[in-house]
């Protein structure tokens, strides 16, 4: 009974996820047009995205990856629902907790999760998700060279920039980061992130050439 109850609050988050991040994504494609940063086509290039290490596309409705999130999210709701029948109401999966987990996690993984940042008056969106400049406690930026963990994934990530965000009072499911290649590019996200008021700092991992830059609010 209480193996029962467990799964059930599990799918149900897992539910409220799916639902919750495709209505976030479906209000990022329609807010995006009006992003200060990126626009044009050397600005999108200039931002990778983790794990595929792909430039970063426009987030638009018409997009092929927005189709697929629409469709993904619909097949995984799906599949969700049959899965927690199936734990709830026969024993072909067993008493086992991982073999449970392993499909839960298949199931959300249906759906391709591709990253994206914009940059706002007023706020962000990173991954589909919109963040208000208050919710932004601060930002850091690390010069990928050697000995930096994603030093070598790929040649386009060597000596860029990792730009990861802080937000308050929220643990990411996706990365809360992405490699700007250029440092002309970063510059611009620098200062419209300073126009935000939001504070952060650069660092570089060679202890021999270690910089710091501290942007206050304000």
Known sequence: MFLDLLFTGIFLLAIYYLIRYQLNLKKAAENSQ??????????????LIPAEWKAMEPL???????????????????????????????????????????????????????????????????????????????????????????????????????????????RFIQPNYVVITERDQLDKIVDLLKRQGISGEITSVNSESRIEENVRRG
């Open 34 to 47: 009006q992003a200060l940063y990126p626009k044009t086509a050397d600005e999108f290039a200039s931002v």
């Open 60 to 170: 638009t409705k018409e997009t092929k990856t927005y189709r697929y999130v629409q469709w993904g999210s619909v097949l995984a709701l799906v599949l969700l629902i049959v899965l927690l029948g199936i734990v709830l109401f026969t024993d072909w999966l067993g008493s086992s907790f991982f073999s449970i987990a392993y499909f839960f996690f298949a199931i959300i993984n249906v759906i391709p999760h591709r990253g994206n940042l914009y940059l706002f008056q007023d706020g962000i969106i990173l991954n589909g998700r919109y963040y208000a400049t208050k919710q932004i406690s601060s930002y850091k930026i690390e010069e990928i060279v050697r000995w930096h963990e994603l030093y070598g994934l790929d040649d386009r990530v060597n000596y860029g920039y990792k730009l990861t965000f802080r937000v308050k009072n929220f």
